[in-house]
């Protein structure tokens, strides 16, 4: 992950501030390997979704319980005190007014599309805010692995609106969770690809280096330019250059970021947007 101090300083210091920069979205080598993560989930079999959450690959006991993922991505984990839940747990339990979630999310003027019943479905991506943007890529490539990325439903906006307003998580449970719903339900799918060829290979699974690939590219400034929402009053863009001396009759260059192509994810494997959901 390589973000920095822009109009994201938000994102980056939220990011940071819940230690998801050190390991969640940055594994130093930048492969995964299909072979190891596809036998993961292959040899997975949690149809409740109860402890011990644990899988055998080539040999080598594999723990994703989240207390193990806790650990293993040095995240955060705070309850308050007097409290048996996390903010973000006591959170989800609730029923929100989704129009509150859309205050916080979208651009003015936009909200949630609704089902024929008249209940909020989803958030079309090009109607969220930029800071709301990137969290959501951070959302289906890092935390609930999905392939469909042009909007968000009530669920992932409750995520997205926990997260910007710093709510905390149990990040290894909701993981872990989303580990398990994967194996019940779609063994084909790979979710967590760079996380688990990590665990994997810190629990002494060898790996075929010939089956190893590459990781998207990070999050840059230049990639988050393209989630940028012109509409967004929050952000401030710079307007066209003015032209001086001989050169005034050239037309002026924009330095407005280009936002006719929807940003996507560069968290994660790219082969996952085509394995999830």
């Given at each position: 992950?390589?973000?920095?101090?822009?109009?994201?300083d938000e994102?980056?210091?939220?990011?940071?501030?819940?230690?998801?920069?050190?390991?969640?979205?940055?594994?130093?080598?930048?492969?995964?390997s299909?072979?190891?993560?596809?036998?993961?989930?292959?040899?997975?079999?949690?149809?409740e979704?109860?402890?011990?959450?644990?899988?055998?690959?080539?040999?080598?006991?594999?723990?994703?319980?989240?207390?193990?993922?806790?650990?293993?991505?040095?995240?955060?984990v705070?309850?308050e005190?007097?409290?048996t839940?996390f903010?973000?747990?006591?959170?989800?339990?609730?029923?929100?007014?989704p129009?509150?979630?859309?205050?916080?999310?979208?651009?003015?003027?936009?909200?949630?599309?609704?089902?024929?019943?008249?209940?909020?479905?989803?958030?079309?991506?090009?109607?969220?805010?930029?800071?709301?943007?990137?969290?959501?890529?951070?959302?289906?490539?890092?935390?609930?692995p999905t392939?469909?990325?042009?909007?968000?439903?009530?669920?992932?906006?409750?995520?997205?609106?926990?997260?910007?307003?710093?709510?905390?998580?149990?990040?290894?449970?909701?993981?872990?969770?989303?580990?398990?719903?994967?194996?019940?339900?779609?063994?084909?799918?790979?979710?967590?690809?760079?996380?688990?060829?990590?665990?994997?290979?810190?629990?002494?699974?060898?790996?075929?280096?010939?089956?190893?690939?590459?990781?998207?590219?990070?999050?840059?400034?230049a990639?988050?330019?393209?989630?940028?929402?012109?509409?967004?009053?929050?952000?401030?863009f710079?307007?066209?250059?003015?032209?001086r001396?001989?050169r005034?009759?050239?037309?002026?260059?924009?330095?407005?970021?280009?936002?006719?192509?929807?940003?996507?994810?560069?968290?994660?494997?790219?082969?996952?947007?085509?394995?999830?959901?």
């Amino acid at each position: 992950m390589v973000i920095y101090h822009t109009e994201f300083d938000e994102f980056k210091e939220e990011l940071e501030r819940r230690k998801w920069d050190e390991e969640l979205t940055s594994f130093d080598e930048g492969n995964i390997s299909v072979t190891i993560v596809k036998k993961f989930y292959a040899n997975l079999y949690d149809p409740e979704d109860k402890p011990p959450k644990q899988v055998r690959v080539r040999g080598h006991l594999v723990k994703f319980d989240e207390d193990t993922l806790n650990t293993f991505l040095k995240t955060l984990v705070i309850i308050e005190e007097g409290e048996t839940l996390f903010a973000y747990s006591r959170f989800a339990l609730l029923r929100p007014d989704p129009q509150d979630l859309a205050t916080k999310l979208c651009i003015p003027g936009r909200g949630f599309k609704l089902n024929v019943d008249g209940q909020p479905l989803k958030i079309l991506r090009k109607n969220m805010t930029t800071l709301a943007q990137p969290w959501s890529i951070v959302s289906y490539s890092n935390l609930v692995p999905t392939s469909h990325t042009f909007d968000i439903t009530l669920d992932r906006a409750k995520l997205i609106y926990g997260i910007i307003m710093k709510m905390d998580m149990n990040l290894g449970y909701l993981i872990s969770h989303q580990i398990s719903i994967i194996a019940q339900h779609d063994s084909s799918r790979v979710g967590f690809p760079a996380l688990i060829t990590a665990l994997c290979k810190a629990r002494g699974v060898t790996l075929d280096f010939r089956s190893l690939e590459s990781l998207s590219p990070a999050i840059n400034l230049a990639y988050t330019k393209n989630c940028w929402n012109l509409d967004d009053p929050t952000v401030t863009f710079r307007g066209p250059r003015k032209a001086r001396g001989k050169r005034s009759e050239a037309p002026p260059t924009s330095a407005t970021p280009d936002t006719s192509a929807p940003c996507s994810s560069t968290l994660s494997y790219t082969s996952d947007r085509s394995r999830t959901e």
